[in-house]
Every structure is written in C-alpha cells, then in structure tokens.
C-alpha cells in the first residue's frame, strides 16, 4: 500500500523536509580538510537539536551514527568515526530527520578542493539526474518514468547507476513504498497519485555499478573503486511539477 498523505501530513513533511534540508546545507558548509567525520555528525546532531528533531538514521536497523560520510569509494552509508577529511576528497552527506513524526530525507556530494575533471562531471551529472528523476514525478507518470529519467542522465554521459540500492516512499517511516529505483527494471508498474511522499536518490558511479557492504556491515562502497556521488531530495507527487520537500 501506498500512502497518500493528507495537506495537514504534507504540511508535516514540509516542516521535517526543511529541517533537513537546513542540517544538510550547515554540515555541507561545515566541511573542511583536517575535520574527522566524527566531528561533521557531532555538528549535525547540533543543527537537529537546535531544530528539536532528531536523526532518523541513528538505531534504524541498528545504525550507529547520526548522519551518513561517504567517502570516495563510499557510496552510501558510511559510519562517521576518526577518518580525516583530506584535500580532493568526495565526500556525500546524507542526512534524515524525524520532526513531530515525519520524516525529510536528503543527500548531496562536496567536492573537497576537487580539480579532477572527471570527478567534477561525476557531480555534476549526478545533480542533473537528480533533477531529471524529480521533473519526470508527476501524477500520471509511473516510478519507472523516474527510473529511466534518472539512467538516462546518467548514462548518457558516461557514468553508471547503482542498483543494488535504491530511493523509496517516505513518510512516517524513513522507508515505505515504493522502491524508486535509479535504472529501469521488470515489475508493476507503479502509478504516481499527488500526495505521494518519495526520496528520489541517485547513486552515480565513475566506473561499475556494482558494489559491496564493508565489514562494518554498513559502508557500501564501489566494486572498482573508483569515485561515487550521491544526490537526494524528498518530493511531493502533485499535478505538474513535484514539490521539492527538503530544497
Ligand atoms: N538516505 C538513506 C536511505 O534512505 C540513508 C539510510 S541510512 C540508515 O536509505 F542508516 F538509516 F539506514
Ligand atoms: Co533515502
């Protein structure tokens, strides 16, 4: 079942979209060489605080931190701890809050005094895809309008979509349904109704889209190796253009 949220439970999640968006852009501010990751969550624990909400990440499923720092490699997922910002890092922040029993989901990629080319049309193709997924949301289209907005950005330009993990409905719980994947696969199609809540997430990867969990148990990281960008927003579903809940 999909839920279709009322005006008072999108007003909601505008509120928890918000907040999120605002510890995101402070943590993305935030983020210098010499910091340890562990330092960026503890700035991102002040900025929920602040707002009275909290992280819908820390405890879901068991997860330790309060944000996820994706480095490099690191597509999703990574656990803040004593690993060091370092000049010409990527570095992904994702960020989940819970405000008055909704929940914002939101994520974007730094670039860390990047000049690597090829990684700076890394992000910036991820940014597009992102864009491109959230213009095909609209009511009457399908998830796998989405899909297939999100894939072909991304691959028209030479990178590739991460499969193993994908977006999702998003409510009152961080996960509901649908899954939103970032490619287009078999399956139902799924018709987008306004008042639809989703978290549109594109993981974008320089080379493979395959990938591996670390022996963490969280850090999800690319097969080869090579750099991963990650781009998100929680959208409403309406007629027309989807209302972006976490800008
Ligand atoms: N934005 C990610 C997601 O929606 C973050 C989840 S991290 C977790 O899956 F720790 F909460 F699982
Ligand atoms: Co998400």
Redesign the pocket.
Known sequence: MISIKSNRELEGMRRSGQIAARVRDGVVAAIAPGMTTREIEVIADGFMREAGAES???G??G?P?GI?LSINDEV??GIPGVRQILPGDVVSV???VQFEGFIG???RTVLVGVTDGAVRRLAAAGESALAAGIFAARAGNTVTDISRAVQTAVESRGFSVVRQ?V??G?GRK??EEPQVPNFVSAGRPVVLKAGMTL?I?PMVNMGTYEVEVMEDG?TVRTLDRLPSV?F?HTVAIRDGEAEILTP
């Open positions: 819908a990440f820390r879901y499923h997860y931190g996820c999703v997922h994702d960020v989940g989901d939101c994520a993990f977006g999702h998003i961080l996960h978290a997430e969280w990650h998100e």
